[in-house]
Every structure is written in structure tokens, then in C-alpha cells.
RNA sequence: AGGCGCGUAGCUCAGUUGGUUAGAGCGCUACCUUGACACGGUAGAGGUCUGGGGUUCGAGUCCCCACGUGCCUACCA
């Protein structure tokens, strides 16, 4: 069975096998490192640690999966942030590391009210109906049902994740964590209650912070309105985007310097409409240069028209609900929706004639990013985060590179965030998320915080106070992951070994929601932690200084868009389902696709033909590895080597006896390949090794080297001995580089790598064994140098034979020339594989250059020429010379322009100048090679 | 209004500190049912790197301007 692989790759069934088999067999689960057993842990005993010196602390990587609301679906760029994890957490399993990726969802407050919400409305019901008790239950039950759907999504990419550790938000020991941070916080004077203007979500009817508003630019009106001053005949003409607001207005303001209004000083006016008398003030807020110079004052519905109220002691007065609906202060408008109020305010001030203009104006509409609706400042009691204190340390963290960030443009943009960043908004006025940990005396009056639920009063002793109404913001709870999910505020093991967690993965959008706030939280609450001294050396950040910080790194991701370059949105409908197209390409092929179209500081824009691409790319490995097996099969039981014999190391390829020169490059190439892929990854460039890989297990493993060893495998009277050595060679090279793209390509690497050890391996996945790095002493240049000439040799006579239109199944003879003993060996130690690959029936040397003869293609270090029959396409030839002439010409001038200029040489690096020199000799040889042939055929 | 990014082959994108001949995938052309693979093989065509200045011995790469395009941040009525 097992190496009876179908001729057809589909990802299907392999990927659904594997996803289920590492979740149940627990691959990616990891204990509780004790002090004790952190000893290295070698794969094998054959010394193939090198440069780990047994009996040291092994070294951890820690990354916390960003949680998925439980609302979530999948979308691409929750694969993209998890492809890219799962292949780092992957390599640096493979390569030894105690590796914790920790998965967990987010409770997700208004997400996931609102969907309840829309279910019970299909119900008919509504949320105040039922009460809070029986709404959260609700929520409960469906979070039960509903609630892990994107986690199975995720099982489906592969994240291999540790399933033992995961986490909800609401979790009872998260829950507690969370209470014991707003207790402390309070206790230190950083979380203050008050009464002041916040973006309020009519629809969702919860105040939200900032950061939950989007803003949009919209065409809108600037609409003028005069208000005639008392005791004269003149007017104050102020401007308002949202005429409906006048009807709260307590003032207006004018600028003390300026001169237009000096004489109206200590007059009031009177307030159309609701014929009340306020009072015109000086204030900094109205600016002479901007409009009238005139500001209409409404401190309940406008944050700067708050902070002037205050200033002068105004009365605030609220004209609208918290549906956005006019209330009783707002008089005959009471009871309609802002909208409706503001044409028939519009209508009334227009008919009165205090409607003076209306203009076309921009305006930057805020809306609600959960539901779209437009934001109305509200004033009201809510709950701060005091964030200066707190911003403080997470901007040392940053600065003095304890944390550090890539892409590293957005270090700034960090930076400037927190420099200016405003007191956070912590209160919602939701039914599902963490309540906050605040009691109301109903008796006294007095606020009770505490960690449980008082019993009675500490103040009156009356009983049962109570608990305030409101729960606190998402990015609250999920702000103290890193620690809370480690046992916090417990001093645990597990926070000894993995806090802080090595890396941090995120899209930009979330960088303030949630980084910004971890890091606060973390360098605040984690101060004076220690991570085990020797695991953190060990893990190469022994130089950092704290261990504070939740995370050492962050990387940020691009945002995948669609193929158009538009962002993708469900309004839009251009979502491209990650789900639909791993259906249609495997999830091997989507995950390779975004790993090699990774490149920072860009967008990505995705594109299918990329992934039918790399799904090619999946079915050329498969075929690949059936051309193994297939040969394997006809090998007596005796000889069949062990896939992994010695080769299941970390440097190189153990097992591998090059004999060939074929052997001798591929052997190099993959090394080479080792040594790139490694250090692509280490930078996060997913894209450089993804390519890496496909070039080398397409263009060197599969079209060149495989080629070459056929003959040593399918010669019917072979040398047995010789054939066991060339399977050798080729199955641990093929074992080596199924480890090497395994992190990118997780489900086919396994399910070949299975089939090759015929249901025995030594491990019990490939992502358990060693990733391969490179050892120098395979390194082979001269093998490089020497395939290269032979490459080139079979090429040029590839391509003869293309102009030439020799039929396919026909052999040519072909003469050779060069000066070059390297390539006089190359040949004779290869004539049969040139036969063979170029069609070639017999190799002549000659003495004299070819290349004046008409069939022939030239590089500097040889001339080949085809001896056929059929004439060249006289004209063809004669533009293809020229056009390579020409090309030649100018190059050389370039050369020349360099080389004769004093300044070049007398600045350019010795290696430039050195180069320069000698690709100037190439091109006069390949010139007078080309001009040769030119004349011969008459150009 | 500020800030950031992008503009390279028909399409989607690479191109590391400026250094010899600007790469890949898809698409395109021609030929090929060669015992791993037509989701394949072989050989090709296709780019004055958006435009204009500048720095430099040397610019796709650095600087300035313009045009086009995308995003983020912002309390200016």
C-alpha cells in the first residue's frame, strides 16, 4: 500500500487524514517544562547536534494565536496570519524547540451580542424581553453551538497548535484574571468613572472607543444659521454640519482678538427655535480665520463644544436619547430621529428666516465598525483607563528595542500612536462580556470594586448591592493574554518558560486594538518577572534585559486583498473564501501561495492562478515521489534501503554517497538550498523560501537531476549494487527535502514521507524530525561549475535542434569544440547522459572552432555544432544573430564606457572592476563567434 | 489636513546595504501522448523598470518635482 501512490494528486483526502490524525495523536501538545526536563533531547544519536552542546536548556518559541472571535469565519487573512505561524512554529519545532503555539478564541462583546440578537429577532423576540440573565445564557448556548466553527476551519489549514491549551475569553480563570486587573488598576488610581462625551452607537446603544470608529469622508452640507443678538438688530451667523444639535446649544463663542465681534462682548442672542437666551463667550475654540469667526456652543452633544462648556460653566443640555431619538429638552422636535429632526429644524429655520446658507461640504463621517451606523458624541457615565502611566512603559519597551517590531516602519507608527494616545473607554453597555467588578450601594451611594461579590454594604452595611451594569471592552480581556493564559496572576512554571512568548504575528488593523494594549499591559503587570534564565539564553535572548514585555517580537503581516487590489469586505462581495479555494487547489497549494506572495511591505493581491500554480507544483512532488516508489519496488528486499538511514540529521544529508557529478551537484544545490530557506525565515521572508524550495525541488531535483540518474536506475542490465546506491542517494535526498518544505507544505510532505518509511518512521510525523541545515563540508563549487557547463551544453544543442525542427525521436551527431580541459572532462565523463537528455547520437571533438559553421551555438568556454541534414531557416537564424550581436555590442560598450573610465577603476570595489574584466574577454570571444557565423550565412 | 506605501513583461508580483547580462508564476507561440507528471516536457517571444530633473565612476534601487493609485491617522464649526 504505501507506495502505491494514485498518478493523480489530490489534496483532499490526504489533507483531511493528516489535519485529523495530528489532533488526535496530540503531536503538538507540550507539557509543562520542569526544571529537570529541559535537557537537549537529540533526534538521533548519530552527533547530529552540531552546535548544540548536550546537557544545556533548550531553547522555547512561544507564539500566542491571535483568537478568532467566536463569530468568525475564516477569511484570507486569517489564513495568511496562521500559513505564516504554523510554517515558523513548524521550523522551529523541527528544529529543536520547546515550541507552544496557543490557540483560543475571543468572546468578541458586540460581535457576538449582535448575532444573537439578529437570531432572536428571526424568533421575533427581543433582547429586553427576555432579560439579561436568560440573553446571556442564550449567548452561552449558542457560543456552544456555534462557537468553534472557525477553530475547525483552522484545523483544516493545519495550524498545529496545541489543542490541550485552549482558551476562551470568558473562561473562569481568565474571567478572575480579568477582575483582579480592574481591581488593581483602580486601587492604583488608573481606572477613573466620569460623566463625558464618548462615541455612542445608537443601534448597538453602547459607548465604544476610538479606535471602533471609522471614519468616512462623505458629501455632505455646511449649513449657516444667524441668531439674532438681544437688544439689537444684528446677527451672529454660526456654521453646523449637524443643524439638529442648535437646539442643545448654550452659547456662542468668539475669539477675544477678534475685531468683528468686540462690540457685541457680554451681549447674549437668542436661540431660534427654542427662544432661549445664552450667552456669547470668548473662547480659543472659535477661530477668526474659519468661517464667520462665530462657534455655536452645544457641550452635550460635541467634544470640543465639552471641554468649552466646562471652561465657562455651561449647562450641558442632552436633546437626544440613547436611540438618537429627540427627547423632551428638545421641545416640539421630541420624539423624532435625528434625521427627521434635522430637516425639520432645517424647514423651520428656513421658514423663520434664520437659515442664512447651505453649502457643499466634505464631511468625515464616524461610524460604528461593527455596524456601520453613524456615531453620535453622547454624554454619559462610563468607565477610563488612565493611559498615560501605562503608555509610558509600553513606549520604553519599544524604544529601547526590548520589543522589537518588523516591518520596522511601523516601530514609528507605534510610537506616535501611544505618544498621543487619548484615555481608553473601557465601559460597554452590553449584556455579554466581562462585567465590571464595581457594586452600587443602592442605600449610600457608595461604588464597592471588588474581586467577589460583596454581600452587603462595607459602608451602610445594607445588603446586596448592586453590580454596575456594564461590561468591559473586548480588547480589555484579550489585552491580557500573554500572561493571563499562562496562570496569571498565579507565579506558574508555565509562565516561567514561555512569557514572554517569543513572536507576535498580526495584521496591521489590530496593532493598536490589541498590540498596543498587550505590551501595556504586560510590561505593567509582568513587571518584575523572570523567564528561566538558562531557556531564555538558550533561546537566544539572553542579552534582553526585560522580561516584562509580553512578546519579543512583532511582525506584521500585509493585508491580502483580492485580485483586483481591493480591499475584500462583504459589502463589496469580493470575499475570496479561503475554504472554497483550498476545495479546489488543496490547502498545501493556498498555503504556499501566500507564503510566496509574502513580500513586506506590500499588499497582498491574490490571485488563483498563482495557486493552480502551486498546486502544479504539489503534483509535481507527488509524481516525483511515485517515480521513487516505482523504483523502489523493483529493488530486492535486501538491497531496499531505509529511507532515513542516516539521514535524519540537521546538517545536510547524512546518508548521501555522491559517486556521479550529478550527485555531487544536487548534493551541493541542496545545501545551498538548506542554507537559503533558513535564513529566508529567520528574516520572515516566506516569499524568499517558499521560492527557494520550488526552484530547487522543480528546476534542480526534478528536471535535472532525476533526468540524469534514470539511466543508473532503469538500465535492464544494470549493475545492481550501483542501482541500490543511486535509490540510496535518492530517497534520502528526496527524505531531506520533504523535511525542508514541510513548514509550507505540511499535509503532502507528510503523506509521502509516511509512504517512504512503509508505515514505520521514527517519528511519528515528519514535523517531528530535524530541519535540514546546511553543512559547509557539502558544499561542492567545482561540481556547480561543472554542471553548469554541462547544462549549457545540452541546451545549446536543445535548442539547435528546435531551429533545426529535427523531429523529436531523431539523433544527431554533433561536433565540439573548446580550448577548455574543464569542459573536455565535463564531456567525457558525461557523454552518455548528453545522448541521452540532448538526443544526441554521437559526440565528436574537434580541433577547429565551429563556430562559423551555419548549425552551431557558441558560449565562451565552447562551440557546438549540429551535423543535419535540413537547412536553418536562413532569415531566422540571420535575426536571431543579429539581435544577439547587437546585444553583445552594447554590453561591451557599457564594459568599455566603465573600464576606460579613471574614476571607475579608481573607485569601484576590485571584485566590480575584476568582474567587469572578465565578462569584457567573454563578450569579445562570444563577438567574434556571433560575427563569424553572421558572415558565414551571408548577413 | 497630516502620515505611510505603491507604480517593473499582456496579468499577478520578486529584485536584500546603488555594482557586471532586470527574474518568477500565469498567459502567449512552436513542437512533443519520451514508461513520474499534459496539473507535464523542450525551445521561444515579450520590459527605453509611470514621466521629468538631480546625486554618482555607475540608478529599477538614493534625492526632488509631476502624474496615477491604495491605505491609515485627525475634535476644526
Redesign the pocket.
Known sequence: MPHELP????PGAIEARWAEYWVREKLFHVETPSSQSQRSDHFDSEGSGRGRPLHTAKPVFTLLLPPPNVTGRLHMGHMLNQTQMDILVRWHRMRGFITLWLPGTDHAGIATQMMVERQLAKEGKQRRDMGREEFVKRVWEWKREYGGAILEQMKRLGASVDWGREYFTMDENLSRAVREVFVRLYEEGLIYRGKYIVNWCPRCETAIS??EV??E?VSGK?WEIRYPVVGTDEFIT?????PETMLGDTAVAVNASDERYTHLHGKKVLLPLMKREIPIILDE???P????????ITPAHD??DFEAGKRHGLAQIEVMDLHAQMNENAGPYKGLDRYEARAAVLADLKEQGFLVAEKDYT??LGKCDRCGTVVEPRLSEQWFVKIKPLAEKAIAAVESGEITIVPE?YKQ?YLN?MYNIHDWTISRQLWWGHRIPVWHCGNCGEVIVARETPSSCPKCGSAKPEQDTDVLDTWFSSGLLPFTTLGWPEKTRDAEVFYPTTLLITAYEIL?FWVARMIMFGCHFMAGHRQDAAMKQASGYGDKKDDSVPFRNVYIHALV?D???Q?MSKTKGNVLDPIEVIEQYGTDATRFTLAA?A???????F?E??T??Y??F???IW??A??MF?NIERVDAGLRPGATEGGCNYAGIAGFRPVSLEDRWILSRFNRAAEDVNKSLEMYRF??AA?RIYDFF?GDL??WY??LI?PRL?SENGNPEEFAKTIRNLTTLFEASLRLLHPIMPFITEEIWHAMHEGKPPKKSIALAPYPEADEMQFDIPAEIQMAILQDLI?SV??LR??LKVE?KARVSIEVFSHDPETWNVIQNNREAIQRIAGVQSVTDTSESQARQAPSRSTSRFDVRVDYEKKIDVAAERE?LAKELEKIEK?IA??QR?LS?E??LA???AK?VE??K??AE?LKVLRAKTLAKLKEIGG
Open positions: 498518478k493523480t494528486y489530490e476610538d479606535l471609522k471614519h469622508e455646511l454660526v456654521a453646523t454640519t449637524r475654540i472659535a477661530k480665520e474659519f468661517g464667520t469667526g462665530a462657534v455655536k467634544p470640543n464631511v468625515a516602519n507608527i500612536w493598536f486583498r485580485a483586483e487590489r480591499k506572495m513580500a513586506p511591505g506590500t499588499d497582498i493581491a490571485s492562478s498563482r493552480a500554480g498546486r502544479n504539489a503534483n509535481k509524481n516525483a511515485r517515480f516505482m516569499d524568499e521560492n522543480w526534478c528536471d532525476i533526468e534514470k532503469t541546451v536543445r535548442n528546435a531551429e523529436p536571431r554590453e557599457n564594459g566603465q573610465n574614476q571607475f573607485k569601484a570595489p566590480v568582474g567587469l572578465t565578462r567573454e
